[in-house]
């Protein structure tokens, strides 16, 4: 629970802006997306095993809840997996994820197998109707015309414009005015609860719509200053409440999807943010199966790449308009490898349906039952081992002439060999891995290393990890 006056240590700015050449990341993120507490502890052995180091829950506050009970993914008639991205109230325990008590038993099972737990948290706006937002709620923030900015229940119309970006309805979701001190006091009261119970970190939904301090104050709602941010990460309090555990203890980041206007660099003062537009470059080479013409080595953000979150594809690119969904999950899994092998950006895998297909996305459709197997694939296991492994490593990258095989270097101990096409590919690529003879860790496939080059033979989507 949040405690009064609670003592916290100073939060320094962190230099997120810098990269540093000899830093390497070595956590990977699962998101059990739409998994409930049950089925997460239950399947956290797993987890673990399959070498993940954190895992990002789905939202698990009070949310919009109209049929009293939430079945499917997606259905008219029998609930939607974006209900609790609708929040009534500042609460933990929803329909869709479970009851505080199974959160606590969760939460006592990824300690036991050293799991971190993330939370998607989404301050910025409560559900499409604002009537089912509850009373007590309402009465801590102030009373209704204190919840939400002066226009924010006016869609926005134009994303890059940061007053609307900002002071308006995301989605058409009403726009909390998170300025109001009644609210960040409730809020964080509700953090405090969750680090409490042993959550280690937070994705912020929708955090560039969140202002920082160069965007438009809202007078017209009585605001000040756009301080959200410096109370969420504990550099000061609001009404006696301050983040009860030092931040730079957790692991942040924020869902800054890149486009115009947006002040990366105020961001990145604050939190990681997300790499939305790498996933896109990275999508693109899958889809052709061939890297030329795409420059998979920048990461197309401002800040430093050890403090972006990647991914292959999220939540959104799989769900809202399928952007990613028609991928199939050997594409998938050949690009996790690559964002994995890599020596920086923290890798996000996000946990398809169980049963789904290219035809039926939803694949079983229920809430709360886990995804796939993907996430324990043998290739997944061994590039997420790798990761770890290759702690100190700096990367190399290549890619065959034809932009059909990626090889990822890290330095003389490791290399990760990934095959994007539906075609066999001979490897012959530039190596730091001294001479002899390598066998993968999945298929016990043979490669050599002669004179600096790496030979061998790769079969169609699939990818090898190569060990000194």
């Known amino acids: 629970m949040a405690l009064c006056g609670a003592v916290a240590l100073p939060s320094v700015a962190k230099d997120r802006?810098?990269?540093?050449?000899?830093a390497t990341n070595t956590e990977t993120i699962?998101?059990?997306?739409?998994?409930?507490?049950?089925?997460?502890?239950?399947?956290?052995?797993q987890i673990a095993d399959a070498g993940f180091t954190m895992l990002q829950t789905s939202p698990v506050q009070q949310c919009y809840n109209p049929e009293g009970q939430s079945k499917k993914l997606f259905d008219k008639n029998e609930g939607n997996w974006y209900y609790y991205y609708q929040p009534t109230d500042w609460k933990i325990g929803n329909q869709i994820v479970g009851t505080r008590q199974q959160m606590k038993e969760m939460m006592d099972s990824a300690a036991k197998y050293n799991v971190k737990v993330i939370v998607d948290v989404l301050p910025n706006h409560t559900a499409f109707d604002i009537d089912a937002?509850?009373?007590?709620?309402?009465?801590?923030?102030?009373?209704?015309?204190?919840?939400?900015?002066?226009?924010?229940l006016t869609p926005i119309s134009d994303y890059n414009d940061r007053v609307q970006c900002t002071l308006q309805g995301t989605?058409?979701?009403?726009d909390v005015n998170t300025e109001n001190p009644d609210f960040q006091k409730y809020y964080m009261e509700f953090v405090n609860e969750?680090?409490?119970?042993?959550?280690?970190?937070?994705?912020y939904d929708t955090a560039k719509h969140i202002g920082v301090h160069s965007d438009p104050v809202d007078k017209a709602s009585g605001v000040k200053e756009n301080d959200f941010w410096d109370v969420a990460t504990g550099r000061k309090a609001v009404k006696g409440v301050k983040l009860s555990l030092p931040y730079d203890s957790l692991f942040v980041y924020g869902e800054v999807l890149q486009d115009r206007n947006v002040p990366e660099a105020e961001y990145a003062d604050y939190m990681g943010q997300t790499a939305s537009s790498y996933g896109h470059v990275l999508r693109q080479a899958l889809e052709k199966g061939s890297a030329n013409g795409v420059d998979l080595k920048q990461w197309y953000h401002e800040?430093?790449?050890?403090?972006?979150?990647?991914?292959?594809?999220?939540?959104?690119?799989?769900?809202?308009?399928?952007?990613?969904?028609?991928?199939?999950?050997?594409q998938i899994r050949t690009g996790?490898?690559?964002?994995?092998?890599?020596?920086?950006?923290?890798?996000?895998?996000?946990?398809?349906?169980?049963?789904?297909?290219?035809?039926?996305?939803?694949g079983d459709n229920v809430l709360g039952a886990r995804g796939n197997d993907e996430f324990f694939h043998p290739e997944v296991v061994a590039v997420n081992r790798f990761r770890t492994a290759m702690e100190g490593q700096t990367e190399d990258l290549q890619q065959s002439d034809n932009g059909q095989v990626l090889l990822v270097n890290r330095g003389k101990k490791g290399a990760a060999v990934v095959n994007i096409s539906s075609n066999a590919n001979f490897v012959d690529l530039p190596t730091g891995l001294p001479n002899g003879t390598y066998r993968d860790k999945v298929y016990n496939l043979e490669f050599k290393v002669k004179n600096g080059r790496l030979k061998g033979l790769a079969s169609p989507h699939r990818t090898y990890i190569l060990q000194k």
């Open 303 to 330: 800040a430093a790449p050890e403090f972006l979150t990647t991914w292959v594809e999220s939540h959104d690119t799989y769900c809202n308009a399928h952007e990613s969904a028609a991928l199939t999950d050997d």
């Open 17 to 22: 802006m810098t990269h540093n050449p000899k």
């Open 171 to 174: 989605g058409g979701l009403p």
């Open 194 to 203: 969750l680090l409490g119970m042993g959550v280690r970190g937070f994705r």
């Open 133 to 152: 937002v509850s009373p007590e709620f309402y009465k801590a923030v102030g009373g209704r015309d204190k919840m939400f900015h002066s226009n924010g």
């Open 30 to 45: 699962l998101h059990v997306w739409s998994w409930n507490f049950p089925t997460i502890a239950e399947n956290m052995k």
């Open 336 to 362: 996790w490898v690559f964002l994995t092998a890599r020596q920086n950006g923290v890798p996000l895998f996000f946990s398809r349906p169980m049963n789904s297909t290219r035809e039926n996305y939803w």
